[in-house]
T-cell receptor, first 112, second 115 residues
Framework: GENVEQHPSTLSVQEGDSAVIKCTYSDSASNYFPWYKQELGKGPQLIIDIRSNVGEKKDQRIAVTLNKTAKHFSLHITETQPEDSAVYFC???????????FGSGTRLLVRP | GAVVSQHPSWVICKSGTSVKIECRSL??????MFWYRQFPKQSLMLMAT?????????EQGVEKDKFLINHASLTLSTLTVTSAHPEDSSFYIC???????????FGSGTQLSVL
């Protein structure tokens, strides 16, 4: 079935430290993996994405890695800042069913 | 990135009434839009896929007669919650993509509270 698992559910880090969030997907046909940041009362904001033909992508303090063999992908945030505090969702695009399936979310708290 | 506008941002209604939520793609055309529902502290759950000019495709467990979706143009999809009840209270979010294999952008969401 279509499933995306996300860990951890909560993550607390000191400002300046790195944060890593991991996801696993079930559908081997998935080919697009976006990450979204959601602040309270707002819609999800796309922060970075990666396609299946790429193993790693970086955008300033944010990076995403993909291991297609293991069906794992991860979000890495370096030099965390208090404004990075939010809920982060991974997702996987299911080309076979034409839908985006979300992970359960990670609540990130960056302590000043 | 592309802009998806959703309106209203919040609505309070009485039980038994209907509520319409609009989702617009402002700077691109979208043949497909998606409607999600999110309960507090939970993830986004896909409700239905809205296709321009044809019937929406609903996910298992979502009542199509209760959640009416209309996608009459390439820039507008609407979700109508009919005969709303307190258990329908939730955060509803739409999304759209400029095209196949393109990024999916989300609206700002609509908080529905049914009294």
């Amino acid at each position: 079935g279509e499933n995306v698992e996300q860990h951890p559910s909560t993550l607390s880090v000191q400002e300046g430290d790195s944060a890593v969030i991991k996801c696993t997907y079930s559908d081997s046909a998935s080919n697009y993996f976006p990450w979204y940041k959601q602040e309270l009362g707002k819609g999800p904001q796309l922060i970075i994405d990666i396609r299946s033909n790429v193993g790693e992508k970086k955008d300033q303090r944010i990076a995403v890695t993909l291991n297609k063999t293991a069906k794992h992908f991860s979000l890495h945030i370096t030099e965390t800042q208090p404004e990075d505090s939010a809920v982060y969702f991974c997702a996987a695009w299911m080309d076979s069913s034409y839908k985006l399936i979300f992970g359960s979310g990670t609540r990130l708290l960056v302590r000043p | 990135g592309a802009v998806v506008s959703q309106h209203p941002s919040w609505v309070i209604c009485k039980s038994g009434t209907s509520v319409k939520i609009e989702c617009r793609s402002l700077d691109f055309q979208a043949t497909t839009m998606f409607w999600y529902r999110q309960f507090p502290k939970q993830s986004l759950m896909l409700m239905a896929t809205s296709n321009e000019g044809s019937k929406a495709t609903y996910e298992q467990g979502v009542e199509k007669d209760k959640f009416l979706i209309n996608h009459a143009s390439l820039t507008l999809s609407t979700l109508t919650v009919t005969s709303a009840h307190p258990e329908d209270s939730s955060f509803y979010i739409c999304s759209a993509s400029p095209g196949a294999n393109e990024k999916l952008f989300f609206g700002s969401g609509t908080q529905l509270s049914v009294l």
